[in-house]
């Protein structure tokens, strides 16, 4: 919160940019951390107002998908090799729970987007058919529990906005904006404020 602008001041002027030069703001809109998104989405909804640009919403496990399958060996496979190939992105929720969805090697996604708690008997009909590579938070702690020889784990698969840019690029292309006013993040789960264990 108090950094971000800051960085989004830095790196424009790196780059010999002006913040009016800017045609739309991409965000990631979840799921993910309450506040982070709040933080994000709000800062994107303030830099369109002010210059009047539309906004672009990226689904955080779409670009996340993206991200493990451009650092995944499998990618060197030949195309018709590749087409039993799903994607597992998974970002870290409570215990053993994450918030998840598969997405082909076209990055399109294939299932409901919701929070999932992992079991040893987790996609175990999906792995019967398919490849998966898994990666992101919350696929570390599910290395034990998903064990098959279809089933890939990436590691060191972090939030970037380099992976952002091909979903985003193709929405302005298209003219897919989101309403500005309107547009809320994708929280997936209620949030549900609790009491900081300091005070209690």
């Known amino acids: ?27 990631s809109e979840g799921p993910g951390s309450y506040t982070g998104l709040r933080i994000g989405v709000s800062t994107a909804k303030g830099i369109c107002y002010a210059l009047n640009k539309p906004l672009i919403a990226v689904n955080t496990l779409q670009s996340l998908a993206i991200n493990i ?11 018709n090799e590749k087409k039993n190939i799903l994607i597992c992105p998974m970002i870290d929720a409570r215990r053993m729970e994450v918030y998840t969805g598969f997405f082909d090697i076209n990055y399109k996604i294939k299932n409901e987007i919701k929070a999932d708690i992992i079991t040893s008997d987790s996609y175990k009909d999906i792995l019967s058919e398919h490849i998966v590579l898994f990666g992101g938070s ?3 702690k599910c290395m034990d529990l998903i064990r098959n020889e279809k089933a890939f784990f990436i590691h060191n698969i972090s939030f970037s906005a380099k992976y952002m840019t091909k979903i985003s690029y193709a929405a302005y292309l298209k003219k897919e904006f989101v309403n500005t006013a309107y ?3 994708f929280y997936l789960k209620e949030f549900v404020a609790g009491v900081p264990k300091r005070l209690v």
Do not use: C, M, R, Y
Request: aromatic content about 10%; overall charge negative.
């Open 1 to 27: 919160s108090k950094l971000l602008t800051i960085l989004i001041e830095e790196i424009l002027f790196e780059n010999n940019f002006k913040i009016n030069d800017v045609d739309t703001i991409a965000v």
């Open 69 to 79: 399958f451009e650092n995944s060996h499998l990618k060197q496979l030949p195309k």
């Open 138 to 140: 919350g696929s570390e």
């Open 183 to 185: 547009f809320e993040p």
